[in-house]
Every structure is written in structure tokens, then in C-alpha cells.
């Protein structure tokens, strides 16, 4: 359940905004009556199937990432923090001491890990360039 909170947070507020949004257009006075029962339902199940959908990508794809790595593939990680490195990060299994931990990949290195979710398999792979 952590996983998921951590994961779908962002989503799950934008979410709760527009239910909010659809609870208050559907109860004002202009709009036909019953519309709160009909269409409320309807959008609250649509985002619950979009949020559920969205979160079994993520798990799908952060598992990959971490088979890739543990078979030596490169994986580029969004870089938020330290700009100075540039937007992304490449990251290898025995270089600069990456590993998984959990989660994300930490460093030695690097004052910060790189949560899983952010990454994904480089398409450009070291064998590809030989």
C-alpha cells in the first residue's frame, strides 16, 4: 500500500480535484436533476480504472528495469536534482559502484538514489555499438 501511495500520490490528488470538480458542477441548481447520481459513479470509475492501470504499468516496467540492470543493460534514470549532471542519468551495474537497493539505485557516488519508477532500459546498449 506504501508502494502505491508513493507511486499514484500525484495522481490520486489531480484525482480527488476532479472529483471535487464533478460532485460541485453536478449538484448546482442549472444542471438536471440526478445528474450527481449518474455521472459522479461514472468518473470516479473511470479514474479508479485509470489509476489501477497506470500503477500495473509502473510495477510492470520498474521490474524489468531491475531484471535489465541485474543482467548488465543500461538504464537512464530522470535526474531532477542536481542539474549540473544534465536531465538524465546513465546507469550500470558495476560502474560507479550502482546497485539496487530496494526501490532505487544508490551510489556511493551520488548523495541521492534514483527511485525505479523514474528509470527505463537505454534503447542503445554497449553490445549495439560493437
Known sequence: MKDFLIL?????????FLLLITAFTTT???VL?????????????????????HYEQTKDRMKLVKEEFEN??????????????????????GRNGW?????FFVSDLY?????????????VQKEDLE
Not at 499514484?8 to 480527488?16: D, T
Not at 527511485?115 to 537505454?122: D, K, Q, S
Open 99 to 103: 546497485r539496487a537497493d530496494g526501490f
Open 111 to 123: 548523495t541521492r538514489g534514483f527511485h525505479i519508477a523514474r528509470c527505463v532500459v537505454h534503447i
Open 72 to 93: 548488465g543493460k543500461i538504464i537512464i534514470c530522470e535526474n531532477k536534482g542536481n542539474m549540473k549532471m544534465g536531465r538524465s542519468l546513465l546507469i550500470e551495474k
Open 28 to 30: 448546482r441548481s442549472y
Open 33 to 53: 436533476k440526478n445528474s450527481f447520481i449518474r455521472i459522479f459513479p461514472v468518473v470516479f470509475i473511470f479514474l479508479a480504472l485509470v489509476i489501477a492501470w
Open 8 to 16: 499514484e500520490g500525484g495522481l490520486l490528488i489531480v484525482s480527488a
